[in-house]
């Protein structure tokens, strides 16, 4: 009995191994996804006169895109359990889209040459963090709180900065922010990987975990990148 209850226990352990690897590769499969998809989408609308004219000639085209990015995120944060993973994945993609379409002023501002320069940065410095947080011994999760309520102080001095207008300040604000999200990629990666590690086996429940962690990651990819362009990326003329 002894002999059989080692066995099984074994078994029950690797089965945990395999949907940990499989569950990982999802997280990082999906993020993959909806950055290509947002790449796409904002080079497609940038280079798109028709629909440039549509989204940044007509304030309320941006607001609705704005407020529905804002809502899809929440709605997904708090709907996810009772909803089909291939429903919730699809709510994922039109996001990743809504944030190309926003997202495709970058290709405006910037020359394209330091856009792929610091999306390589980004790239790095993404999975230099990841692989910290999610290889590191420490807790991270008292940081986390820390983290957020940075994260609104500066959004907080972003709109004031809207008024007053201060480059300086806006540099600031940018390297700060970085910092804030190279944190939170390696707090988001440790909590994915220890919530992951829990999951018995890759069922729909633990699929939609790996989906809102790749959703977590992908944000913090699109932030790091959006400040780190703004302090290396090259403007053009």
């Not at 226990?9 to 499969?29: D, I, P």
């Not at 280079?47 to 995120?73: F, H, K």
């Not at 699809?90 to 379409?101: E, Q």
């Not at 983290?147 to 207008?165: T, Y």
Request: glycine share 6%; hydrophobic share 55%; charged share 10%.
């Amino acid at each position: 009995m002894d002999s059989y209850g080692t066995v099984n226990s074994k078994m029950q352990e690797l089965e945990k191994q395999q949907a940990f690897s499989v569950l990982m590769r999802k997280v990082y499969t999906w993020m993959t996804m909806a950055l290509v998809i947002t790449g796409i989408c904002a080079y497609g609308v940038a280079n798109s006169p028709a629909l440039l004219q549509i989204i940044y000639s007509t304030p309320m085209a941006m607001i609705v895109l704005c407020i529905a990015e804002v809502g899809l995120v929440f709605w997904l944060s708090a709907r996810i359990q009772k909803m089909a993973l291939t429903t919730a994945t699809i709510m994922f993609i039109v996001y990743s889209v809504l944030n190309g379409a926003t997202m495709a002023t970058l290709f405006i501002i910037y020359t394209q040459s330091s856009i792929a320069r610091v999306f390589f940065i980004t790239a790095a410095t993404f999975g230099i963090t990841a692989l910290v947080g999610s290889t590191i011994k420490k807790d991270l999760s008292s940081l986390g709180g820390f983290l957020i309520m940075s994260l609104i102080g500066v959004i907080i001095a972003g709109v004031v900065n809207i008024f007053i207008k201060s480059s300086a300040f806006d540099f600031i604000i940018s390297i700060v922010t970085v910092l804030i999200f190279v944190g939170l990629t390696a707090y988001d990666s440790q909590k994915i990987k220890q919530m992951l590690l829990m999951a018995p086996d890759a069922d729909e429940t633990a699929q939609k975990v790996a989906l809102m962690g790749a959703l977590s990651l992908y944000l913090d990819f699109i932030n790091l990148f959006i400040h780190l362009l703004r302090i290396f990326g090259t403007r053009r003329d």
